[in-house]
T-cell receptor, first 115, second 111 residues
Framework: DVKVTQSSRYLVKRTGEKVFLECVQD?????MFWYRQDPGLGLRLIYF???????EKGDIPEGYSVSREKKERFSLILESASTNQTSMYLC??????????????FGSGTQLSVL | DAKTTQPPSMDCAEGRAANLPCNHS???????VYWYRQIHSQGPQYIIH???NNETNEMASLIITEDRKSSTLILPHATLRDTAVYYC????????????FGKGTHLIIQP
């Protein structure tokens, strides 16, 4: 079975801390994504990556950065966590096919609380 | 502007077919219709997608109208485990630059 694994299911951090959310996929996918999900706002795309060391801003990149040093791993970084970054964070991956047959595979999510 | 319109919630009796509608009247010729679902506290899960023709897989059937302005996802024999939020998405590339998820339909399967 294909798998997208997020390192933590629940995380509690303090305001101002640097936070790393890790995501690993075992499908050799080119594309990887970070979303956040908040009640009433749905899923919003933060950043995505087409390839190693490549990154693209999504709809809400402010306050976040990403790192993709290896194909299978995509990290989301909160340089200085703030309370408004309390959210469910979801990682996803897909193959770069360009035919419309791509499917997103999601991890189980990390519920981050910033106190 | 939302590209798709779905009812916010629906109920269905266990064992019956669940028919979830989606309007996408501004769909472009190169855009596919995708359906995902999200069970509580889990990440979204791909269900099915199609361009023009009706599609069926082990999870569901997708019926797309001839003018492609609307579609229906059919879960033929709904179970309690099908209770979830169902998202209808139109996109030309399946998500190469990320899919845009709307609010979806909260489907509740009643015992």
């Amino acid at each position: 079975d294909v798998k997208v694994t997020q390192s933590s299911r629940y995380l509690v951090k303090r305001t101002g801390e640097k936070v790393f959310l890790e995501c690993v996929q075992d499908m050799d996918h080119e594309n990887m994504f970070w979303y956040r999900q908040d009640p009433g706002l749905g899923l919003r795309l933060i950043y995505f990556s087409y390839d190693v060391k490549m990154k693209e801003k999504g709809d809400i990149p402010e306050g976040y950065s990403v790192s993709r040093e290896k194909k299978e791993r995509f990290s989301l970084i909160l340089e200085s966590a703030s309370t408004n970054q309390t959210s469910m964070y979801l990682c996803a991956s897909s193959s770069l096919v360009g035919t419309g047959d791509e499917k997103l595979f999601f991890g189980s999510g990390t519920q981050l609380s910033v106190l | 502007d939302a590209k798709t319109t779905q009812p916010p919630s629906m109920d269905c009796a266990e064992g019956r077919a669940a028919n979830l509608p989606c309007n996408h009247s501004t769909i472009s010729g190169n855009e596919y219709v995708y359906w995902y679902r999200q069970i509580h506290s889990q990440g979204p899960q791909y269900i099915i997608h199609g361009l023009k023709n009706n599609e069926t897989n082990e999870m569901a059937s997708l019926i797309i109208t001839e003018d492609r302005k609307s579609s229906t996802l059919i879960l033929p024999h709904a179970t309690l485990r099908d209770t979830a939020v169902y998202y209808c998405i139109v996109d030309p590339g399946g998500g190469a630059d990320g899919l845009t998820f709307g609010k979806g339909t909260h489907l509740i399967i009643q015992p």
